[in-house]
């Protein structure tokens, strides 16, 4: 299964009021399909991320791979 850790943009947001959830979803469905497990939240207005690393790690070992931006996310999430 090609799987793929990657933000999705939720709710109806208003312009310049953004939030994301960390899903995961497989690839070979489309861009919209079902996500297979939620990992976290990040609002880049307040700059606030949490994240289920175990659960992020625990995917990866099996495989997945992930987005630029939820790389630079645990970048970050480590360094603080």
């Known amino acids: 299964m090609a799987v793929h850790i990657r933000l999705r943009r939720i ?4 312009k310049g009021k953004p939030h994301f959830r960390v899903t995961v979803f497989d ?3 489309g861009r919209d399909s079902r996500i297979i497990e939620e990992l976290g939240y990040y609002k880049p207005t307040t700059g606030v991320a949490v994240l289920k690393k175990e659960r992020i790690a625990a995917w ?5 791979q992930l987005s630029v931006t939820v790389k630079s996310l645990l970048k970050k999430d480590k360094g603080a």
């Open 11 to 14: 709710g109806k947001n208003p």
């Open 27 to 29: 690839e070979r469905k």
């Open 60 to 64: 990866v070992k099996n495989g997945a």
